[in-house]
């Protein structure tokens, strides 16, 4: 059966090649297959931490794939800083129709019967709300841990994106206990050397 092949996959495995903070100094190196991974482990945790501790009822691996997917514009736009994003409502409308036209055109690459399945993973519009806020949560922690090691390097370009992610965390954390148990059970280990690390029980 002959058949139209899809380079999908192989746009998503670009996702190396993009560099996030890319207007700024950065001691680590980061791009965006790196910060899907981060996204998609603590999306699933908090969604696990949720349904543990908090009554929730949401699914943990669910979560995770959204998170996956969240950034797949960026195979094609890289990533935007966030300033220049958000630096008018003007510029953030245009910003999000280019978005939502690279998530749209990503997802045309895939045959045809697979669209209707990945098209509530990769159109951010079309994500159930419940998840998008788990992974936009999931999203500012693993910016905000970026951002506090980059900070235990002296890098001081990193330290008003600390206290602009704090202050949206707090926002989230409002309804979203998850997030300042998470914190509170996991971040303190994140900055500590290796031989620390091993003998942390």
């Given at each position: ?12 495995l670009?996702?190396p ?6 207007l ?14 981060q ?6 945790l ?18 995770a ?21 958000y ?26 019967s ?6 509530h993973l ?6 159930d ?43 989230y ?29």
């Open positions: 059966m002959s058949m139209t092949k899809s380079p999908f996959l192989a746009w998503i670009r996702m090649l993009i560099k996030r903070w890319a700024m100094h950065s001691v680590k190196g980061e791009n965006v297959a790196e910060h899907s991974h996204v998609a482990v603590i999306a699933h908090l969604a696990t931490i949720r349904n543990t501790y908090f009554d929730g009822d949401v699914n943990p691996e669910r979560a794939t959204v998170a996956l997917y969240h950034e797949v514009s960026e195979t094609k736009l890289q990533d935007i800083n966030h300033v220049t994003k630096h008018n409502p003007d510029l953030t409308r245009e910003f999000k129709k280019i978005e939502e036209m690279a998530e749209i055109e990503c997802l045309h690459t895939l045959p045809e697979l669209q209707p399945q990945f098209s990769l159109v951010q519009k079309n994500v709300p419940v998840y998008k806020k788990i992974v936009k949560a999931a999203d500012l922690i693993s910016a905000y841990l970026k951002a506090s090691d980059e900070l235990s390097f002296q890098n001081r370009e990193f330290s008003h994106v600390k206290t602009r992610l704090q202050a949206m965390l707090d926002e954390a409002k309804d979203m206990p998850e997030i300042p148990y998470f914190l509170d059970m996991f971040e303190q280990n994140c900055f500590v050397s290796v031989d620390e690390l091993s003998n942390t029980r």
